[in-house]
């Protein structure tokens, strides 16, 4: 079977540097945060042109650190999708702060931001858009929303890393943007991890102490921090990756524009295309059909792996029915039954590469 992801294959195309990596962090004898970690958050800034670059533990605690350094907990409310990872609405929980779900926009599959004014309350605070699939949310009107009611907004960029708008670095724009490094990422460790980036120098300072147990002076806690320390193991293998990033979302993006032209004047429904404002840096390769099962089944004999990214909205499982909204989400419910993730990681070979294309041209629902 042609894999839907393959994180052994970044492994393997970066093995001797990744190897060498590994060796030095051994050799070293510092295994949390330490000098490897400094360097890498400071060639993570250099990517995505932010002054303040917090490595953290995974891309889960990045957005909890992030609210919980915005003062977001008990009693506030944050907008954000239903599409998305669990991770997004985990984190708000997290914190203590209640989740309010709206709906996604019907091509885009970020959030409708003209549904962001009816979910508003006294009580919401802050914003956490999803940068979904490596496509940008519509950061000008979520910051706009913001800016009105003054709403802190945390940019859930885990799977956009590499991804502009408006030329600017998504993480960028609103207050605190959080990257995860899974290893299926755009850019993936072998293990978990994540960073926060800012231009707030106080938030920044504030992220720092909270990662680690609160402390501005080793063993003295000055708040009520935890323990999120990106570990020097992956920002060593991260630091191996950084350089290539640029010419692997190139590559993500020539076998996204394959896809499509394949998919010209068949009964599947390709990804929106970039537009004047944004530049994606495509993390999963999504299509819908409402033939979805019948599709996914014609690839599979044809031996071609795919997912469902995701399958069951946020808000219809069982540990968050609860927040459902009362009239339901009813784009994110009908997208969520048609859709399917093709393969896509830079390592995937061109003859697999045509032989998708081939299957998808030939297809009839």
Not at 181 to 189: D, E, I, Q, R, V
Request: proline residues 6%; hydrophobic residues 45%.
């Amino acid at each position: 079977m042609i894999p839907c992801l393959n994180p052994h294959t970044s492994y393997l195309a970066h093995r001797v540097a990744i190897d060498a990596a590994v060796q030095r962090v051994l050799q070293s004898g510092r295994y949390i945060l330490s000098d490897e970690v400094a360097a890498f958050e400071n060639e993570f800034a250099a990517v995505v042109n932010s002054p303040h670059t917090i490595g953290v533990a995974s891309g889960t605690d990045a957005l909890w650190l992030a609210l919980r350094a915005c003062d977001i907990g008990p009693g506030d409310e944050v907008i954000t999708v239903a599409h998305t990872a669990v991770a997004t609405v985990a984190a708000i929980c997290q914190t203590g702060a209640t989740p309010v779900f709206v709906d996604i926009h019907p091509q885009h599959f970020t959030i409708d931001v003209d549904a962001i004014a009816r979910a508003l309350t006294p009580r919401t605070r802050a914003i956490v858009p999803v940068h979904l699939y490596g496509r940008p949310a519509h950061l000008a009107a979520i910051c706009d929303h913001a800016k009105k009611h003054q709403l802190r907004v945390i940019e859930d960029c885990a799977q956009a890393m590499g991804a502009r708008w408006q030329n600017r670095h998504v993480g960028t724009v609103g207050d605190c943007g959080c990257f995860s490094f899974y290893p299926t990422k755009n850019l993936g460790a072998c293990g978990d991890g994540g960073m926060i980036v800012t231009r707030d120098a106080a938030l920044a300072k504030k992220m720092r102490a909270l990662r680690e147990y609160g402390w501005e002076t080793r063993y003295v806690s000055e708040s009520a921090g935890w323990n999120s320390r990106l570990d020097a193991m992956q920002a060593a293998i991260l630091r191996a990756k950084i350089p290539h990033l640029a010419h692997e979302i190139e590559r993500r993006r020539h076998i996204a524009q394959q896809y499509t032209a394949a998919l010209h004047d068949r009964p599947i429904h390709a990804p929106a295309a970039d537009d004047a404002d944004l530049f994606a840096a495509p993390h999963l390769y999504v299509v819908t059909t409402p033939q979805r099962d019948v599709l996914q089944a014609h690839l599979a004999l044809r031996g071609i792996a795919t997912a469902i990214h995701y399958p069951i909205p946020i808000h219809q499982q069982p540990a968050y029915r609860h927040l459902a909204p009362a009239g339901g989400l009813h784009v994110t419910e009908r997208i969520a039954k048609n859709i399917l993730t093709l393969p896509l990681f830079p390592e995937l070979p061109d003859a697999d590469v045509a032989h998708i294309c081939a299957v998808l041209q030939e297809w009839r629902s």
